[in-house]
């Protein structure tokens, strides 16, 4: 289970979840782009990607692209 948050700006995925969702490094797309908290700490991600999300269940199920 993992909370997606959609008033982020950023959605975070722990490494764990990452893993056990059957992913790999080579799946993720490069990036440079460091991400800031809130006491102005950075750090550069590992890197992003597209996941596809369903919300629901049947009947009522909406996929989101995140």
Do not use: Q, W
């Amino acid at each position: 289970r993992v909370l997606v948050d959609n008033g982020c700006a950023v959605d975070n995925l722990y490494y764990d979840a990452f893993k056990k969702m059957g992913l790999n490094e080579s799946d993720l797309k490069p990036t440079i782009t460091p991400l800031y908290g809130f006491t102005g700490d950075s750090l550069i991600p590992m890197g992003m990607i597209e996941l596809m999300v369903n919300v629901g269940t049947y009947p009522r199920v909406s996929t989101i692209m995140t």
